[in-house]
């Protein structure tokens, strides 16, 4: 008489009770001797698949074939394919078919417990994915220009970090766009006119500029009443030599502009321009306290102003709850306004976003 290690797993206790083996575990002879394949998945050298798996499951789960088959809503012909590549691929019998009944071979039941391990593991990352979706958490990378400096931006980036404690926040400045590579941040903050690419972007607000320059500069020179009076003004520009304006303040909305100084930061023109070394075009969050001290003066005209629309820019596809929560947090910052010098409550609002602490 056989010992009872030899019997195959009968079914009944799996189907009886969905999730469980309930029985322990025993040994079969028949199953099918290690193969290369077998050998290949142990060592990591072959693809792993799920294919067949989910059609084993079913017949376990359910006692036969057939139920498998329609749990799945499937053919039985095609459970039972899926079933004997499952057996040759892992090189091994899973299931005894009789004509009366089914039965786990001692693979089979080692095999089954482990995958119904691995579903339940599947299961709790699908879960931990929809957080993702359904709350702000995680880590969220964010790409800032540093051009005219990221004292404003980070300031309005520091305000959604102590709203949202569950996010890893990592702000990365850079100084030249082309040196970006918008595939490693999940939000990128993009100035201008964006170019036709495959990405998402959402404009929340403007970078407004203004000419502004010394109190004793302008007392020894003046102010230009238009775009081309600039030719006659020590200009502080970036390396391009241009000032921008709205509209057709000047053809191409730019005007070739000259002097003695040029950089490509917006914290060195706006010490230069405190120097009373000639007119500089920045943006007014960058000189909001010197405008507000009188260290500096803008020119009030309408023509003197630029706004460069302020993008935040994201991969298309699912976005994660966090980059939402992000985005809407720039828009409300924003508010999709204008900045100019005179407009006192703006300008309160905008230095409390700078020196809060």
Known sequence: M????????????????????????V?????????????????????????????????VETGSFTAGAEALGVSKSFVSKMVSELETRVGARLLVRTTRRL????????????????RSSLIDVERQMAQFQE????????????IFGVTFMSSIV???????????????AYLREADLVQE???????????IDSGLKARLFGYLSYCLCASPEYIARHGWPESPADLAAHACLADL???FYFNEKQAPNNRVKVSGTWKSNSGIALASAVRHGLGIA???????????????????????AFYDKEVWAVFSPGMIPAATRAFIDHLAVSFEHRKLRPWMRPAMTALGEHIHRR
């Open 158 to 172: 520091a305000e959604f970090s102590a709203r949202h404690q569950e996010i890893s926040l990592e702000v990365v």
């Open 2 to 25: 056989p010992h009872d290690r030899d019997r195959p797993t009968d079914l009944a206790p799996i189907v009886n009770n969905p999730g469980q083996t309930g029985f322990p575990p």
């Open 103 to 118: 039965s786990l071979t001692a693979a089979g039941d080692l095999f089954h417990q482990r995958c119904m391990e691995m």
């Open 184 to 194: 490693q941040f999940d939000v990128v903050i993009r100035y201008g006119r964006l």
């Open 27 to 59: 040994l079969h002879r028949n199953s099918v001797p290690r193969n290369a394949a077998f050998e290949a998945a142990l060592q990591g050298t072959r693809q792993v698949t799920w294919r067949g798996i989910e059609e084993f499951l079913a017949v």
């Open 281 to 303: 075009q920045l943006p007014i969050s960058i000189i909001r306290d010197d405008l507000m001290d009188g260290r500096l003066v803008a020119l009030n005209q309408d023509w």
């Open 135 to 146: 709350r702000p958490v995680g880590r969220l990378r964010v790409g800032l220009s540093d």
């Open 240 to 242: 391009g030599g241009y």
